[in-house]
C-alpha cells in the first residue's frame, strides 16, 4: 500500500502562480508513471500532466506552456509548477502513482486550486 501526500493547494489571483508537490511513501525510484489529474465540479476527473521515470512528460493542450511537471528524487517528492493561472484552472487536482510491477495505481486525497480576483 503506498500513500501520496499532496501539498501546495491553494487561493491565488488570475495571472498567478503555485506549486504543487506530491510525496509518496516509498521511494520515487520505485514508481512507474506519475502525474496530476483535476477534477471542477460537475465536471469529470482530466488529465493535467504526467511524468515518466526517464522525465518524459506529456500535457493537456490547456496547461501547456503554462504548467511545468517534474520528479526530484532528491526530495522525494513530484511537483507542479502552475504558472498564469486561470479561473478554468479552479479544481481539485489529484496526485496519481502507477506501480506497473503489480498493476495498480493510487490516489491522493486531492488539494483544491482556486484562482479567482
Known amino acids: 500500500q503506498m500513500h501520496l501526500e499532496e501539498s501546495g493547494g491553494g487561493l491565488v489571483q488570475p495571472g498567478g502562480s503555485l506549486r504543487l508537490g506530491c510525496k509518496p511513501s516509498?521511494?520515487?525510484?520505485?514508481?512507474?508513471?506519475m502525474g496530476w489529474y483535476r477534477q471542477a465540479p460537475g465536471q469529470q476527473r482530466e488529465l493535467v500532466a504526467t511524468i515518466t521515470p526517464g522525465r518524459a512528460t506529456k500535457y493537456a493542450d490547456s496547461v501547456q506552456g503554462r504548467f511545468t511537471i517534474s520528479r526530484d528524487n532528491g526530495k522525494n517528492t513530484m511537483y507542479l509548477q502552475m504558472n498564469s493561472l486561470k479561473p478554468e484552472d479552479t479544481a481539485v487536482y489529484y496526485c496519481?502513482?502507477?506501480?506497473?510491477?503489480?498493476?495498480?495505481?493510487?490516489w491522493g486525497e486531492g488539494t483544491q486550486v482556486t484562482v479567482s480576483s
Open positions: 516509498i521511494i520515487i525510484d520505485a514508481i512507474d508513471v
Open positions: 496519481k502513482a502507477e506501480l506497473s510491477s503489480i498493476a495498480h495505481h493510487y
